[in-house]
């Protein structure tokens, strides 16, 4: 089984490579700043990370070397934010995400089990269910947390 999160150069070349895509500084870049975040970046938020970092990577080529790896499966683009994708560098394999409105904390969830009830309710229409996606919106645990918090401080 791969690692569940892609860290360092190495890695990030060899995902490129597995992917057929040209090893490049730019991506490179890219790919490392995506693995180095807990939950999720906006393309605007990788750019201004690698900025602080002194990497000298310009917004536009930000976007499309985003655009270019969620095409090819490399990260994931999530879409929980109104007018804003989100990437994040989640292990291979299929799998969905719980994602916290409140904090932008994202959990990767590994083993799906919907795959009988899917059968079921699309065999019922008759439907042959070939994939599915699904997001899980909530609050997480430190959220929660936060709000249920005595207010005596
Ligand atoms: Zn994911
Ligand atoms: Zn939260
Ligand atoms: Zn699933």
Not at 111 to 131: K, M, Y
Request: hydrophobic share 40%.
């Amino acid at each position: 089984m791969r690692a569940r999160r892609q860290a360092g150069q190495d890695s990030a070349t060899e995902l490129l490579a597995t992917k057929g895509l040209r090893v490049t500084r730019q991506r490179l870049r890219v790919l490392e700043a995506l693995a180095d975040e807990r939950d999720d970046a906006t393309a605007q938020q990788i750019h201004s990370r690698l900025r602080s970092g002194d990497q000298r990577v310009g917004l536009a080529t930000v976007y499309r070397t985003l655009a270019l790896l969620s095409e090819l499966g490399v990260v994931d683009a999530l879409a929980h934010s109104p007018g804003e994708l989100c990437y994040r560098l989640c292990g291979a394999g299929h799998h969905h995400h719980l994602f916290c409105s409140s904090c932008h904390r994202v959990v990767e969830l590994i083993d799906c089990d919907i795959d009988a009830w899917l059968e079921e309710v699309a065999t019922d229409h008759g439907f042959v269910a070939t994939d599915h996606q699904l997001e899980v919106t909530g609050v997480c645990a430190a959220c929660r947390d936060a709000t249920t918090a005595p207010a005596s401080r």
